[in-house]
Structures are given as structure tokens and as C-alpha cells.
């Protein structure tokens, strides 16, 4: 059964700073590997997807680097900004294709 | 905003009634997935439904069940209400069952059950 874990479970960081998100798997057969924001009571939005071929994703200010072997994968924002305080989910998808199997997130909070 | 609509936005019942919960995906997707999320915790998966059929179900019990329609919009329905059904409901519609396209999600259904 797959269990992804995310660790800090809250962050907080000064204006500025680069942020970087730990999330681990435990069965690495996976298709692709998805890092979502949610802010408070909202929905998901996708911010990058890394299939199990590829090594990271960027975009913009954000990249995101996937090691299958390890079951890890990091996000790094740079140059945090107050705007991105919202929780971070990471998630993968199995070979079975059908869901996406989802950690704990990380709650990060840029302070002006 | 990603196309995906959700209804109702928020709900309270109480123990032991029935929802129905709504999801239309976005245009050009044909599979829906169904995701229950308590406070401070990820998303759990409870089924999916391509092309009007079920597609795989998580750990949840059979009184959570739901339908997919020919427009590929889809219902939730959970019936016997339990206080730990409170939470937020999400759905996520895709082009296919497959796990290489992006799973795009809709703004949820806040579920209070008293």
C-alpha cells in the first residue's frame, strides 16, 4: 500500500527566503508525481507534474525534482513571496492509473 | 479556475440523512474521480468513473456510491450519514483513467454532518 509523507508539516519563513518541501513515498512504481496548493477551504490547484521518466518540472519560480529510486521528491520555491502562504500537497499515482494517492501537505506561512 | 464546478458549496445535515453531491468536469474530460478531505489532513480517494463506469474505489464503506452521466458530469451520493463524514468533498476530472494526464480539481463541497 502506498503512504506518502510530507515533512515539515508547517513552515514558516521570512519574505525572501527559498522554500523547500520534502515529500516521501514508500512504493516506487508510480506513473507521475504532483505537487498541488491549496489555500484555506478552497480546492486544488496543480503547480507542476513529474512523470516517473522525467528527473524535475519547472515553472517559473517553482521546480520540482523527482529520485523514483529514493520514493523523494522536492519542491523548491525561490524567493518566497507573502502570496505563496497556502498548504502544499504532494501526490502520486500509482501503476493502477486511477487515483492519486495524497500526503499530509505542509502549511507555509511567508511573512512580510 | 480550472472548469471543474462543484454544488452545493456548503451543506449541513444530520445524522442518518442522505446527500447527493454534484461535480461537472471540465470540457473534453471523460473521467471523474471523487476525493473526501478532513480538516489538516490530504485527500482520500473513494472511486473514480470513466466513461460512466466505475473505475477503481478506495477504503470507503458501500453506503458511499455515485454515477457518472453521457455529459461525464458525475454525483456523490453518501446515504446513513455519519459524523465523520464531515469534510470537504472534491472531485477531479482528467481526459482518461490513465496516470499520465493532470487530475484538475474543483473548488469542493464543504460537508457538516451534526
Known amino acids: 500500500k502506498q503512504e506518502v509523507t510530507q515533512i515539515p508539516a508547517a513552515l514558516s519563513v521570512p519574505e525572501g527566503e527559498n522554500l523547500v518541501l520534502n515529500c516521501s513515498f514508500t512504493?516506487?512504481?508510480?506513473?507521475?508525481l504532483q505537487w498541488f496548493r491549496q489555500d484555506p477551504g478552497k480546492g486544488l490547484t496543480s503547480l507542476l507534474l513529474?512523470?516517473?521518466?522525467?528527473r524535475e518540472q519547472t515553472s517559473g519560480r517553482l521546480n520540482a525534482s523527482l529520485d523514483k529510486s529514493s520514493g523523494r521528491s522536492t519542491l523548491y520555491i525561490a524567493a518566497s513571496q507573502p502570496g505563496d502562504s497556502a498548504t502544499y500537497l504532494c501526490a502520486v499515482i500509482g501503476t493502477a492509473g486511477n487515483k492519486l494517492t495524497f500526503g499530509g501537505g505542509t502549511r507555509v506561512l511567508v511573512k512580510p | 479556475e480550472t472548469g471543474v464546478t462543484q454544488s452545493p458549496t456548503h451543506l449541513i445535515k444530520t445524522r442518518g440523512q442522505q446527500v447527493t453531491l454534484r461535480c461537472s468536469s471540465q470540457s473534453g474530460h471523460n473521467t471523474v474521480s471523487w476525493y473526501q478531505q478532513a480538516l489538516g489532513q490530504g485527500p482520500q480517494f473513494i472511486f473514480q468513473?470513466?466513461?460512466?463506469?466505475?473505475?477503481g474505489r478506495g477504503n470507503f464503506p458501500p453506503r458511499f456510491s455515485g454515477l457518472q452521466f453521457p455529459n461525464y458530469s458525475s454525483e456523490l451520493n453518501v446515504n446513513a450519514l455519519e459524523l465523520d463524514d464531515s469534510a470537504l468533498y472534491l472531485c477531479a476530472s482528467s481526459f482518461s483513467r490513465g496516470g499520465h494526464e493532470t487530475q484538475y480539481f474543483g473548488p469542493g463541497t464543504r460537508l457538516l454532518v451534526l
Open positions: 512504493d516506487s512504481a508510480i506513473y507521475n
Open positions: 513529474i512523470q516517473s521518466s522525467q
Open positions: 468513473y470513466y466513461r460512466e463506469e466505475e473505475n
